[in-house]
């Protein structure tokens, strides 16, 4: 390509301070250094993650920054050392790593990988390049990454241990998804949760990772699976997706965990809380059944206050864990997920309700936070 070793300018959606809309800029982006590689991004797709970033809510990240982390895209051009990737290369950037050399790379007990130094706030790691510089550039300011990612700009830069290379034939609006929510869900239900045939889960939080959470329990032989969420609106698709029942804690008349209990006598094998905040977690771990209930973490609440749990109850046998992207080994797991998705094993259509071109991303988030749109797929 032409542009290979040169800046390339094109626009990107920037945070100048936290708190405050993105605007839309002209931003250089330089050419990749050693195992780098820089991305033409085909189509990027809104998290939650990504507005609580913006609402200052995070600790730690700096500013000006470009967010976006659920992506897909066309490798532009490849740094020194960099092998398994080619010009052309259909591919996803993860915040996921995997240098397959540090201990956690080299366990099959996790997904972690050692890259990640700051474990307290993984979503203000990653904000500068190896070298602990900025590939994106505007107005003579150097701009922060994040999460390694970057996907709100027609071009990015990231690491070659944070990209999965997959199938030509992919569908670019559709595979970006697995970039972060239907990953995460899908995989927090299989791979974390372990859900066992027959068994009874409740989903709380019924948004993009909550759906794809409710696959999950689906696809594992769940025999019955309850969505909570306070937007009724989202039941008729949770329903189409596997859950047989939806509860709406705004039209009862006691908490949610008693009438869950009330409705499995007893609780629930597995709870996953794709929503955050004490209460849900609360909740969440309130619905398990003694003996063997589960309960997995998967969302993070802005401000949360966290979860205060007392000895007895997990000594009656319940067990609390959490999920970093689903559990999945995220280069080496996300190229099958392509396939599978190819494949007709899951549904990653019914996640998307609005397709709109970059320009118009603030309307995009107004969508995501006034509960309209499950995911948005942006297109440059």
């Not at 993650?49 to 995070?58: L, P």
């Not at 690491?159 to 999965?164: E, G, I, P, Q, Y």
């Not at 003996?291 to 609440?301: D, F, M, N």
């Amino acid at each position: 390509m032409g542009t290979k070793g040169k800046v390339i300018k094109c626009k990107a959606a920037i945070a100048w301070e936290a708190g405050k809309p993105l605007c839309i800029e002209e931003v250089e982006v330089a050419p990749p250094k050693a195992h780098e590689v820089r991305i033409q991004i085909i189509a990027t797709s809104l998290c939650h993650t990504d507005a609580t970033v913006i609402d200052s809510k995070f600790e730690g990240l700096a500013f000006p920054v470009i967010v976006g982390h659920e992506a897909a895209g066309i490798v532009e051009s490849v740094g020194p050392g960099v092998t398994n990737f080619k010009p052309g290369d259909k591919v996803i950037p993860l915040y996921a790593p995997l240098c397959r050399k540090c201990k956690f790379c080299l366990s099959p007990l996790t997904n972690f990988c050692g890259k990640i130094s700051n474990i307290k706030s993984p979503a203000s790691d990653q904000q500068l390049m190896e070298d602990k510089t900025s590939r994106f550039t505007c107005k003579g300011k150097p701009v922060y990454h994040f999460l390694g990612t970057s996907t709100f700009s027609q071009y990015t830069v990231v690491s070659d241990t944070n990209l999965a290379k997959i199938d030509d034939d992919a569908n670019l609006e559709r595979v970006c998804l697995l970039g972060c929510g239907f990953s995460t869900g899908y995989g927090a239900a299989i791979n974390n949760a372990k859900v066992t045939p027959g068994s009874t889960c409740a989903v709380f939080g019924l948004g993009g990772v909550g759906l794809s959470a409710v696959m999950g329990c689906k696809a594992a032989g769940a025999s019955r699976i309850i969505g909570i969420d306070i937007n009724s609106e989202k039941f008729a698709k949770a329903k189409a997706l596997g859950a047989t029942d939806c509860l709406n804690p705004r039209d009862l008349h006691k908490p949610i965990q008693e009438v869950i209990i009330e409705l499995t006598e007893g609780g629930v094998d597995f709870a996953l809380d794709c929503a955050g905040g004490s209460e849900t977690m609360r909740a969440a771990l309130d619905c398990t059944t003694a003996g063997w209930g589960s309960c997995t973490l998967i969302g993070v609440a802005a401000g949360s206050k966290g979860l205060t749990i007392f000895p007895e109850e997990l000594i009656i046998g319940r067990t609390i864990n959490g999920t970093f992207f689903g559990g999945w080994k995220s280069v080496d797991s996300i190229p099958k997920l392509v396939t599978d998705y190819k494949n007709k094993k899951f549904n990653l259509d019914a996640l998307v309700t609005h397709t709109l071109p970059f320009d118009k991303i603030s309307e995009a988030f107004d969508l995501m936070n006034q509960g309209k749109s499950i995911r948005t797929i942006l297109t440059f």
